[in-house]
């Protein structure tokens, strides 16, 4: 699949644009908010939104995402069920974050370790990574040897943990025995900062060592 980086919010929270190159059927992964400048660069792509895909119910990575899905007419999938408490506190983390009020988030299918998600002719599998939240998970392109990795695991960094039902030994538990196997040439898309591949990340991320 193909990707673009559209960097949102006063998180620098890396929201995705990502496609299938043969049918440009794309999916817009984790829209934190600033969904005028979401849609200017769909526009831009030439690329056809199919789905709004959800890593987990933190708001820098949901704040948008009831505004694009209905702005589409598409569906919002993700993440898994066990973060259907932090999506029902939205209203409660924007006020937390000293944000205006957010749009609530009720997702049309939540997602489970062992799922897929169909982009066009790319085949998305889905792995359940808890730790940094209890529902988090990832898109994995097999193919392309492409992860979407949202906040479990970044360039140098993990997710943090001290979130409630926050697990700093759960997340280190997903990323050394679902992520890592996934092998070395894997190059990550993170919720945050620069992409890196897990090969490096497994020689030199201080958390992983
Ligand atoms: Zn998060
Ligand atoms: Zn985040």
Not at 31 to 43: L, M, N, S, T, Y
Not at 104 to 120: A, H
Not at 141 to 149: A, I, N
Request: a negative charge; proline letters at 7%.
């Amino acid at each position: 699949m193909d990707y673009q980086i559209i960097p949102v919010t006063s998180f620098a929270q890396n929201c995705s644009l990502i496609w299938c190159p043969v049918t440009l059927q794309a999916a817009v992964v984790d829209p934190g908010g600033d969904a005028e400048k979401i849609r200017a660069a769909v526009a831009e792509s030439g690329v056809n939104v199919t789905q709004i895909l959800l890593t987990h119910g933190h708001l820098d990575h949901v704040g948008a995402a009831t505004d694009l899905a209905t702005f589409y007419g598409v569906p919002v999938v993700g993440p898994h069920r066990a973060d259907a408490f932090w999506l029902d506190s939205l209203s409660v983390q924007s006020q937390l974050f000293g944000l205006s009020d957010c749009t609530p988030v009720q997702p049309d299918r939540w997602l489970e370790e062992g799922d897929t998600v169909q982009l066009g002719e790319t085949t998305l599998e889905i792995l359940h990574c808890p730790g940094h939240t209890p529902g988090h998970i990832v898109f994995f392109d097999r193919t392309d040897r492409l992860l979407v990795s949202g906040d479990v695991i970044f360039n140098g960094g993990v997710g943090r943990t001290d979130f409630p039902q926050g697990s700093h030994t759960d997340l280190i538990a997903a990323i050394k025995h679902k992520l890592l196997p996934l092998g070395d040439n894997v190059t990550f898309l993170p919720g945050h900062g620069p992409m890196s591949t897990l090969g490096r990340e497994r020689i030199s991320n201080p958390f992983l060592q």
